[in-house]
T-cell receptor, first 110, second 116 residues
């Protein structure tokens, strides 16, 4: 069965610093992978998705993620954190129904 | 265009009471989903529907029932609420017909349910 593991339930960075949120997946078939963001008291919004067209995927708000099959990873990065990036981030995998990771809460310090 | 809406936003129940959560979408999506979100566990799929009149079990279906009588609505019912069902419930929908494994899911704002 497919699953994702997000490493680190909380990540704290300073404004302007690199953001790196880690996600590893497990799937017996080529997966579709997603990153969603959840702002306080809101539903989830899609940041980006991997569907095998390109290994480096660019999303909204300056985020991007790289699919690495050899490492079974799909880490999310942003070169320079902004205060407005503070939120919870979920990695998800779909080979049928969607399976979400436990989430990583990103805090951005001024 | 409201997207996905959920009713109610908050609810407190006593153990054994019943209630229905309503999800509505105006995007003509075929697929609809109910998730629950618990701290440290991400979102877990309760039930889903691939079209009007159809429903299927997800990862954690016990204690819940669903119905999809109209394409735009997906109802989640709790017949006899238990404290373990205290959670935030999210409805989502996704696009068009066919097995769209890469389809983005659009989420509602959530319903915060507390069972005492």
């Amino acid at each position: 069965a497919q699953s994702v593991t997000q490493l680190g339930s909380h990540v704290s960075v300073s404004e302007g610093a690199l953001v790196l949120l880690r996600c590893n997946y497990s799937s017996s078939v080529p997966p579709y992978l997603f990153w969603y963001v959840q702002y306080p008291n809101q539903g989830l919004q899609l940041l980006l998705k991997y569907t095998s067209a390109a290994t480096l995927v660019k999303g909204i708000n300056g985020f991007e993620a790289e699919f690495k099959k050899s490492e079974t990873s799909f880490h999310l990065t942003k070169p320079s954190a902004h205060m407005s990036d503070a939120a919870e981030y979920f990695c998800a995998v779909s080979v049928g129904d969607m399976r979400f990771g436990a989430g990583t809460r990103l805090t951005v310090k001024p | 265009n409201a997207g996905v809406t959920q009713t109610p936003k908050f609810r407190v129940l006593k153990t054994g009471q019943s209630m229905t959560l309503l999800c509505a979408q105006d995007m003509n999506h075929e697929y609809m989903y109910w998730y629950r979100q618990d701290p440290g566990m991400g979102l877990r799929l309760i039930h889903y529907s691939v079209g009007e009149g159809t429903t299927a079990k997800g990862e954690v279906p016990d204690g819940y029932n669903v119905s999809r009588l109209k394409k735009q609505n997906f109802l989640l019912g709790l017949e006899s609420a238990a404290p373990s069902q205290t959670s935030v419930y999210f409805c989502a929908s996704s696009s068009p017909p066919g097995l769209a494994l890469d389809a983005e899911q659009f989420f509602g704002p959530g319903t915060r349910l507390t069972v005492l």
